[in-house]
């Protein structure tokens, strides 16, 4: 016997009144990949798990009236990757989020509940970052929507109050001449926790970035949006050779400033910091490639 | 703290079950409803031995919970055969002896069944990536591999 309790509430307004409810450590469960790992480690013992599956807002991929995509929380990897017109307008996401784990894995692993895990190494994150992703949370005072990169407070901490849940994300509409990319370093081809993880928005106006975003990955407690990087690719010019060096060589310098990483058996700090420079290049030449086509 | 009373779907068969909250599908599958042919190898979602298939898409059933399976349609590898009739992967296996210990057998079969029915026609590429989930410490991969081509190759003769 155990004193742990179950609930599949049909609705975001029962979740969000058991969850704040709840006397002991309440769970939110979404795919569960890391929620069930957790309890089986006996890292966390929830009183209350909360599974929101069952909540038809969490688990729907929607185009918003502006032409940008919300995305439930509990959303599938396998269910983003299934999602033609996302994958078109926003490849970098869904290639971030469908880097996580094995097929099985991704049968059943979360967006948000890759956010909510607080790594900062989550895949998704960079590339929400990079997105300029908007997260709506519900709580017990209602519902407020924040930037992506404001909900990480440190490994495993978020900046959500008692009773708060994620409940989606929403992308924006994509103008003409965008592009999106994730890359991460890991030592072997599949299945791994990213060593550094990027994820790089932009958008080319007549060969001209005219906008761009920056996120990066396990290079600091939490997911960083390197606002310098962005600054050095705006204004620089994209021709047949790619992006301007010089910006790509400026954005890749501010990535490697922005590191704050910790040493530890999957690479040093000299090691981040020197490949953060490197994948902000491979990726932000992805990014720019994807956005030349569009 | 009460049972939970889960009513599901098992290979296409009505069952019902109670379980504590926190206990795996895996665990209910093996114990209660006596269906062992899922494995447990790792607990942890990182080998895939426990892989079966809920409303069609493969999942680590050591990463479910049992009660998450309430109106759900479970598929596990005893719901593979038909009857004495093996599935052409299973007799592949056999043929080609695409195993040594057997453990993560159930589990690769799931996985290269869900692959044969999104992608009839699959690279050497798309299989090694669909089945990098299932982990196997005794054939070294080339095996299996090979016989999941040659069962696609099979089924896409015998559907001209």
């Keep these: 016997m155990t004193d742990v309790q179950y609930v599949a509430p049909r609705t975001l307004d029962e979740a969000v009144g058991a969850f704040a409810a ?20 006996g890292v966390v013992r929830p009183g209350l798990i909360v599974d929101i599956k069952k909540i038809a807002e969490m688990t729907t991929i929607e185009e918003t009236a502006g032409g940008g995509f919300r995305i439930g929380a509990a959303v599938s990897g396998a269910t983003l990757r299934e999602h033609a ?3 078109k307008a926003w490849p970098g996401v869904v290639e971030a989020a469908n880097l996580i784990g094995s097929t099985q894995i991704q049968g059943r692993a979360t967006a948000g509940g890759n956010l909510c895990n607080g790594s900062p190494a989550g895949d998704s994150v960079p590339a929400m970052v990079a997105a300029g992703a908007i997260v709506t949370v519900q709580g017990p005072k209602g519902r407020r929507d924040l930037a992506v990169e404001k909900v990480p407070a440190g490994p495993g901490r978020l900046n959500l109050t008692a009773g ?12 003409k001449g965008s592009g999106d990319a994730y890359l991460r370093m890991i030592p072997r081809t599949e299945m791994d926790i990213a060593v550094v993880g990027c994820g790089v928005s932009l958008t080319l106006d007549k060969g001209t970035c005219t906008a761009a975003r920056v996120g990066l990955g396990a290079v600091a407690p939490t997911v960083l949006l390197v606002e310098d990087a ?22 890749a310098a501010a990535c490697s400033a922005a590191c704050r990483p910790i040493d530890d058996k999957r690479g040093t700090i000299a090691y981040r910091t020197r490949i953060a420079g490197v994948l902000l290049k491979r990726t932000a030449t992805i990014a720019a490639e994807r956005a030349g086509r569009n | 703290m009460s049972k939970i009373h889960v009513s599901t779907t098992v290979n296409g068969e009505p069952q019902e079950f109670l379980c504590e909250a926190d206990q ?62 093996l599935h052409p992967l299973q007799q592949k296996f056999l043929e080609q002896a695409a195993l040594q210990c057997g453990i993560c057998t159930p589990g690769v079969l799931m996985a290269a069944k869900s692959l044969l029915e999104r992608n009839p026609d699959p690279t050497e590429h798309d299989v090694r990536f669909w089945l990098a989930g299932n982990l196997c410490r005794c054939t070294g991969y080339d095996k299996i591999i090979r016989a999941v081509m040659e069962t696609a190759a099979d089924m896409r003769g015998a559907s001209r």
Excluded: H, W, Y
Aim: charged share 20%; hydrophobic share 45%; net charge neutral.
């Design chain 1, 230 to 251: 962005a600054k050095a690719l705006i204004g620089s010019k994209f021709g047949a050779g790619g992006l301007d060096d010089a910006a790509l060589a400026k954005a």
């Design chain 1, 85 to 87: 017109k996302l994958k």
């Design chain 2, 24 to 85: 795996s599908m895996l665990d209910v599958l093996r114990g209660p409803l006596g269906l062992t042919g899922s494995k447990e190898g790792c607990g942890s979602g990182d080998c895939g031995a426990c892989t079966i298939t809920v409303n069609g898409r493969i999942v680590c059933s050591c990463l479910m919970l049992a009660a998450e399976a309430e109106g759900q349609k479970i598929g596990t590898i005893e719901g593979m055969a038909d009857g004495e009739k």
């Design chain 1, 22 to 41: 709840a006397t002991g450590a309440a769970r939110i469960l979404a795919g569960g990949t890391d929620l069930l790992v957790q309890m089986r480690a």
């Design chain 1, 164 to 175: 708060e849940i994620v409940v989606c994300f929403t992308l924006p509409a994509r103008p």
